[in-house]
């Protein structure tokens, strides 16, 4: 669930699961007002799994991920009509948890590849694709200059690190899960 705020106009932005069968699960990205009033499939008629949507930090497109092309998941945007949805990365790996700047210019994600997972950062019209590091769960600090990652072996372990979106720098946060010192 991403909750609303004023650029928003109040409205909160969904995903919503059902599961047909035990290998059949379809997933729909939905919009509604926050006293649940006037809700919307935005993927209405696209089968497949559709998720962990987004809103751009002007309310304007919404970044989600989708299997839709039959390519894995891959990211696209939409206008939060549902309308004009654009497919960003080029198939090539499973994409997952896009994030966008605060400015609104980017999108932060996390492919996985053969090689394991890492965090990628493309323009928010999916030009200039490229890869910061290998880690998980980008996140950005506020001034849009640096995300905060988890890097480590696996999807589950592993340590805080910033690193900053242009020079590459990592700074090891001395952040870990106890266990995972063990």
Known sequence: VVWADEV???????TRINIQTSTIVQ??????????????????GIEGLNGAASWSPDGSQIVFV???DGN???IFTMDVDGNQA???????????FPQWSPDGKHIAYIA?????PSIRLMNADGSNDREL??????????DGRRLLITVGADWTKGHLAM???????????????????E
């Open 8 to 14: 928003t106009e109040g409205r909160i932005l969904f």
């Open 27 to 44: 997933s729909s990205i939905y919009i509604m007002n926050a006293d649940g009033s006037e809700k919307t499939n935005l993927t209405v």
């Open 66 to 68: 989708s299997d839709r």
């Open 72 to 74: 894995g998941w891959q």
């Open 86 to 96: 654009t497919r960003l990365t080029d198939g090539s790996g499973e994409d997952f």
């Open 112 to 116: 996985n590849f053969n090689s394991g």
């Open 133 to 142: 590091t290998s880690g998980n769960w980008p996140s950005w600090t506020p």
């Open 163 to 181: 690193i900053d979106v242009e020079t590459k720098t990592i700074t090891d946060t001395n952040c870990y899960n106890p266990k995972d010192r």
